[in-house]
């Protein structure tokens, strides 16, 4: 058994961390991908049951809610992701993921342990007024999970004044904090794009309308928009991912498709460079004599965090570890969260802590080396449990 650091840490917490340790490294190895967490969420629901919490399955699909209330006070609410990635694991580990081409290369496995650590200290110690309101939320990878609970009303049938989640940051130090206030995250848009020319012959591409070319001129011609449409002191991010056209060398095929993905951090430069998308890809095939078919989705919202609650989240941070734990300046981040639904919803804040900077820790998230640091379940257990104490003071 690892012994985890338990400086600082709340009486009897360390023993519980232990035990959910081991939990996370069973979730780790059978991981199960957005809207099938069925295992994961029977799990989950078993546990909060056995604590005596109030629980309901199936929102939002495979999304748990678990909740616990000590007479009348506020309610308050904390997000845990549940679900993997299609990513193929390289690790070699003894809870290694035991299915072929599926990993928690993000960590949301440590995110329900530690969620599920909190909870049964809480139910043990239940220091606290009001209302715990627990969110396990399926499919925060590319499905939108929390949309699809939010629009089964979860937050009708579990109201919370503040909400709060937070990500494990590799590269940063172990149990380090860090706090955005604002727009904290990007947006996410996804682009399809077919361009649609007139295949042919390579031999005698005089009589053909290549949609290769067309193709490759779109993609230069994209960043544009980032360098001399979008204000310099703005951030955008246009990346195409993906190009499929053509099966053979002598062959010019009738089309080609783009995937794109587009980020941004303020709302008015999203509508100017969706607009400008538009327009450019729609002349740019125009000139090559194609036409082009586009399919914009606005994926995830921008991930605001509240003033006063990310203040607060901060405050706690720095009573239980101290101000030298915090991060100074953290930088909002271009990556997307779908969290992100509800910080439109409520008052929220999304905090990120530090995964550690060596080997698979350190290792950037959606990648096959890297794994959830488990030192990180007490650290982020106290921290959730000392929330609470301080959002739902007793009188």
Known sequence: MNHLNSNHLLPGLQTIAEEMMIIRQQIHQFPEL??????????????????????????????????????????????????ALKIQEENQLPYKSQREGIMHACGHDGHTATLLAAAKYIAENPHFKGTLNLFFQPAEEELGGAKAMIEAGVLEKYPCEAIFGFHNMP????????????????????????????????????????????????????????????????MTVISVGSIHGGTTFNV?????????????????VQDLVEERIKQLIQSQAASYGATAEINYVRAYPILHNSVKETQFAKEVAIDCYGEAKIIPNFPAMTGSEDFAFFSQQLPSSYLFVGNGTDGAHGCSVHNPHYDFNDQLIPIVANYWVNLLYRFCPID
Not at 36 to 46: D, G, H, I, S
Not at 51 to 57: L, R, S
Not at 61 to 74: A, E, H, M, N, Y
Request: charged share 20%; aromatic share 6%; glycine share 12%.
């Open 34 to 83: 957005g809207f099938e967490e069925f295992k994961t969420a029977k799990l989950v629901a078993e546990s909060l049951k056995s604590w005596g919490y109030h629980v309901e399955t199936g929102v939002g699909k495979t999304g748990v809610v678990g909740q616990l209330k000590r007479g009348d006070g506020p309610k308050m609410g904390i997000r845990a992701d549940m679900d």
């Open 171 to 234: 590269g940063f130090p172990l149990g380090h904090f860090g706090f955005k206030s604002g727009a904290a995250l990007a947006s996410s848009d996804r682009v399809t794009v077919k361009i649609q020319g007139k295949g042919g012959h390579a031999a005698m591409p005089n009589f053909t309308i290549d949609p290769i070319v067309a193709a490759s001129s779109i993609v230069l011609n994209l960043q544009s928009i980032v360098a001399r449409n979008v204000s310099p002191l703005e």
């Open 252 to 268: 010019i095929p009738d089309s080609v498709t783009l995937q794109l993905s587009v980020r941004n951090l303020n709302a008015d």
